[in-house]
């Protein structure tokens, strides 16, 4: 079977600026696939010549077999859109705007009807149907829009930060959504800056950066990079320089800066249950210690590491 999404030489250029530069990308078929970079990386960029709203400078977009960049209606079929801030006619209702979409989508009533109450209760927008949109919050229309997605039952979705503008809880229903799907044997691939969020929910992560693709590999591979772990130490009160010097005397320390009076980071090498020994040891130390915690494992770590090698 084709990967679910692949991406081949993809390039965009807008009047001399290189927004994406010779971009090659695989998405296997029912992975949820993370797309990190910072502002200006060119996630949006390939999220609109997926979805057929701009057309590459060169290269090929395939949804399977089926190139986006020649042949975007039967592409499309499969796959469900939300791509930036969704806005929809204030003086329509949710049960309106599903009713447009599905029409648009070639569905007949009937299943128009099933997939719309669906939908809508899937992302928590039932009571809220027959209301018109002039009265939701950008969480609520960020939901709509993903309801909008789901509606004719596709087997790729695309989001562009798709949790921006939900609250905490909205956050954690919307993740909830995404592990259902996945489930279903559905493929996510969504762009983000929250790379927690990414940790949590994808199975595998794309960092580009300028248009080009600085890494991608599974999640989980990412955390096994290096045998050493990081750790951060919050203290009560700045401990005295004997007690830090005994602490770095401990085997097994390969660095140790405080990086404020309170703070400590240290690198240590070692297994997880060396780091619970060592624990124990600082403790028998008198260190009042209120926080303790591995930052090994930690994307946001691999992240900035990666930018700032790709910034070399
Ligand atoms: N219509 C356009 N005309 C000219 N330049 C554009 C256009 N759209 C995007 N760009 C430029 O292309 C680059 C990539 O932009 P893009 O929107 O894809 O980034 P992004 O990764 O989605 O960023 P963000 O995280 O801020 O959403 C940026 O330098 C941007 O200024
Ligand atoms: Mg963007």
Redesign the pocket.
Known sequence: MPAAITIEKLTKS??G?L?LDNLDLKVESGTVYGYL?????????TIKILTSLIKPTSGKAYFFDQDVTKEPETALINVGAVVETPEFYNYMTPNEILSYFGKLRGLKNPEIEDNSSRCLKLVGLDNWKKKRIATFSRGMKQRLALAQALLHDPQILILDEPTIGLDPRGMVEVREIFRSLKKEGKTIFM?S?LIREVQEICDSVALIDKGRLILSNTVESLFEKSDSVDIEMKLVKPPPPEQIALVKRMGGIESLTQVDPTTLRISYKGSFDDVVLLLKRIVNQDLKIYSFKTLQGDLEAVYMKMIRESVR
């Open positions: 807008y009047k600026l927004a970079g910072p502002n200006g990386a060119g996630k949006t960029t762009s800056h």
